[in-house]
């Protein structure tokens, strides 16, 4: 009977400690007031034609139900394709479309769309009359056209779209020609995955070095490749928008891109091809390169890129051969590409690190050296036959030069040699304009660009507009953000004029549209956007400025409950925080964002908790410094923790935080953060990590700003690995991972294995998988379930956690 009643115990505390360990949970909300943040209507997207004349008002569906989620998905070469549409999977889909006069004020409905919108790709014409776009009709993606003088719309074509990989479509100069890709006619039933597999997987290399970073949704068999082949294949079209007729241009292939010249008679045509990779993605897959009339006739054969998986390690590097293939937006039919001179290998000593070449129609000459870097190339912006734009950078330094350059002459001159970590003396971006091509090209005024930045500054960001001489290389200020209003230009609308259209806002007052007259000072108001989040309105805000203890500058955002007074005193506190590396104290001591930001709400926002008596720090800045010829992270951990002592401080000291309780959460970097902290200190009474990577051997080519290899740096990637001290991990630690998280580095093995040390080493721990979500979460049922794991956590743990 003894023995009876012991095995029965036995069996009872098996039980008992298996339920524990997991359970199949059903999805749960948290507090009200979070769970209508969650429910509030997305304030809408604008998208405004060149001329700034016409706005068309996108309102879109935030959150999907999980139903949507779950729907068949393809996780292949990097890709996420959805079967029954032929294209991508997880779309954000407009689900209201309006015009609005941005003169008047005057908003238009739309006439003719569909009963059911899930409009995507909306795209306005080069001479802004019409605008296209994609609707999602059950199985169909089909091609839609909005007429913007008689405010109607109307479809196109009955033909399914394939955008598996491609923009669905492209329009021509002409204003009446559209490209598309459409699914093969010839197509036939989706290949069937084979019961028995014919062999084993085998791959081989034979003493080629080829180093790479851990990708996820990667091919990893024949019946893989086949069905890539079989969703990535599309037929290229022309339609002309007016009749309606529709031709064939070509034959089906892997549209990698198809870029039509600016002139509208030719096209760029990048194909991927066989053989493909099981290590890296669909951008390394061989590609050829040819230029293409408007029938599909090979005018000329560019290159065929081979199969780029052996590219060296480093931030800088890159592939051999050419790259970054594209028209001379100025010209009519100029082609131009990039080669690198250093074999893509940024530890190889050489005085010219790229080319970029040109070859001109009709295409049969030699490609013509334009331009050399010193650094990597970066990027070109075209002007006209005179000007044009080209930067470069170099990882290591954090150094960007940006040349003017005479495309006729050769002539270049350095307009900006500077470090991009400092934001403060950010020069801004140059404003761009349609040309004849309906090609976004440098906007010019006398010779002298309108250049437009965020301002960043000890204060804030001050948005500006400058115009900047070229010939002196001086800046005239024409306008900068002030008062208690953060005031960002979003589009020159006339230059003579001196007209702007900004977006304003301020802690109070949620984003609109207005027209800013920058002589007369002028300001008329656009859009009138409704307050999204009114109940949280009166949430105080306030702009964190400190040092941590080695004198490094810090800031953080700090949150406090709409009914808060400092008599309260201090407030249990969530900090969140995202380390950054530096390479000077200087940089990493400048302060981000602005007190004069609205309070924008999203899925992984740590501010609905002001809404729970919480007191919350938001982007607290953790920079991680390297010096010199020093890594940053070689002293990562001391550097963290000083970080995160010096927010708690500053609260502390403000009277606002109660340093004994006090939670920390982070999302991927951050959840990595989250890990470290709790396993190095004693600040937190709990932890949250979301989508995080703990166990740096297992990417170990590389992570985030990390450009040395595990073999490199051993003891740096031990040491950084919340893994290898999970043993020393005492504090509660919550775990979200999503089941189907496809960001290189943070498989959801990451959580699961860091879960397992835990638990072996006695944590107090809880671990949630997410299903069919990715590294960020979309569908509403997952998002309150997060909050609500993440309310209960920080309740139990950190709000009514027991003070010893």
């Known amino acids: 009977m003894k023995k009876l009643t012991y095995l029965f115990l036995l069996f009872f505390c098996l039980i008992t400690a298996k339920s524990i360990a997991q359970e199949q949970a059903t999805y749960q909300k948290p507090p009200k007031a979070m769970e209508d943040l969650i429910n509030a209507p ?8 060149d001329k700034g004349t016409m706005m068309l008002v996108l309102q879109f569906s935030q959150y999907p139900d999980i139903a949507e989620l ?17 294209g991508q999977s997880r779309m954000t889909y407009v689900t209201g479309l309006k015009l609005k006069n941005v003169q008047t004020g005057t908003e238009l409905e739309i006439k003719g769309l569909p ?13 802004d009359s019409k605008i296209a776009f994609c609707n999602t009709e059950g199985e169909k993606i089909q091609l839609y056209l909005i007429d913007v003088a008689t405010a109607t719309a109307k479809k196109l074509s009955e033909t399914r779209l394939n955008s598996a990989i491609a923009s669905p479509f492209a329009w021509l100069s002409d204003n009446k020609t559209l490209l598309f890709l459409s699914i093969p006619d010839s197509r036939g039933l989706a290949p069937e995955a084979p019961k028995v597999p014919a062999g084993p997987i085998v791959q081989e290399n034979l003493g080629r070095k080829a180093p790479s970073r851990t990708y996820q949704d990667l091919l990893k068999n024949p019946y893989d490749e086949t069905l890539f082949d079989y969703y990535a294949t599309a037929q290229l079209n022309k339609i002309n928008i007016e009749t309606g007729t529709a031709e064939k241009i070509g034959k089906p292939s892997v549209f990698q891109s198809y870029s039509p010249s600016p002139d509208g008679k030719y096209i760029l045509s990048q194909v991927r091809h066989r ?3 099981y290590l890296v993605t669909l951008g390394f897959f ?54 690198a001179q250093d074999g893509g290998d940024p530890k190889k000593e050489v005085s010219v690190r790229d080319k970029v070449f040109t070859l001109e129609f009709p295409f049969s000459g030699t490609a013509q050296e334009l331009f050399a870097t010193k650094l990597r190339f ?14 470069e950078n170099w990882w290591t330094n954090r150094k960007e030069t940006t040349t003017i350059l005479n495309p006729k002459t050769k002539v270049a001159s350095v307009l900006f040699d500077r470090s991009y970590e400092d934001t403060y003396n950010d020069p801004g971006s140059p404003e761009m304009q349609k040309n004849q091509y309906g090609r976004y ?37 024409l306008w900068r953000s002030e008062g208690n209003y953060l005031e960002q230009p979003v589009q020159i609308l006339d230059l003579k004029k001196r007209l702007i259209l900004t977006s304003r806002e301020s802690k109070t007052e949620n984003p609109n549209y207005f027209i800013r007259d920058l002589k007369g000072k002028k300001l008329t108001q656009v859009t009138n956007f409704p307050h999204p989040y009114p109940q949280i309105k009166d949430v105080q805000k306030q702009l964190l400025k400190y040092k941590r203890a080695d004198g490094v500058e810090l800031s953080a955002t700090l949150y406090l409950p709409a009914n808060y007074k400092k008599e309260d005193g201090g407030l249990p506190t969530l900090m969140e925080a995202y380390p950054q590396e530096f390479k000077t104290k200087d940089a990493a001591g400048q302060v981000s964002g602005s007190p004069h930001e609205f309070t924008s709400i999203y899925w992984g926002s740590p501010v609905f908790w002001a809404t729970q008596g919480y007191a919350v720090m938001e982007n607290a800045a953790i920079p991680i410094v390297g010096e010199g010829n020093k890594e940053p992270n070689d002293t990562y951990i001391e550097q963290l923790v000083a970080g995160a002592k010096g927010a708690i401080d500053e609260g502390v000291r403000l009277g606002v935080v109660d340093a004994k309780r006090v939670g920390v959460m982070g999302h991927s970097y951050g959840a990595f953060m989250t890990g470290n902290l709790l396993a190095h200190s004693n600040l937190f009474k709990a932890g949250i990590a979301r989508s995080g990577a703990y166990n740096r051997t297992l990417t170990p080519f590389g992570f985030q700003a990390e450009e040395r290899t595990y073999w490199q740096a051993p003891e740096v990637y031990f040491q950084m690995s919340p893994f290898s001290h999970a043993d020393k991990i005492k504090t509660p630690i919550l775990l979200i991972h999503g089941e189907a998280d496809n960001n290189p580095g943070t498989f959801p093995i990451q959580s699961e294995r860091f879960y397992n040390a835990l638990k072996g080493h006695g944590a107090t721990t809880r671990y949630v998988v997410l299903p069919y979500e990715s590294h960020g979460y979309r569908a509403k049922e997952s998002i309150l379930h997060m909050l609500w794991e993440m309310n209960s956590w920080l309740e139990k743990y950190v709000k009514n956690a027991e003070i010893k």
């Open 275 to 277: 053989p493909y990779s």
């Open 70 to 86: 779950a729907e068949p998905e393809f996780r292949i070469a990097g890709l996420r394709l959805n079967p029954r549409t032929n």
């Open 115 to 127: 009963s059911k919108l899930l409009a995507s790709n909306a795209t306005w014409s080069p001479d």
């Open 286 to 339: 061989p590609m050829k390169v040819e230029i293409l009339d408007l029938n599909g006739s090979l005018v000329k054969e560019i290159t065929d890129m081979p199969l780029a998986d052996n590219i060296p390690v480093g931030f800088n590097s890159t592939r051999e051969g050419q790259r970054g293939h594209g028209w001379r937006a100025d010209a009519p039919a100029t082609l131009f590409w990039v080669e």
């Open 378 to 391: 970066g990027g070109m912006m075209w002007g006209n036959e005179n000007m044009a734009m080209v930067s």
């Open 42 to 49: 997305a304030t809408p997207r604008v998208s405004i034609n």
């Open 441 to 477: 090209v440098l906007s010019l005024e006398n010779n002298a660009l309108i250049m437009t930045g965020q301002g960043a500054s000890a204060e804030g960001n001050r948005p500006f507009v400058d115009l900047l001489d070229l010939a002196t290389k001086k800046t005239t200020r």
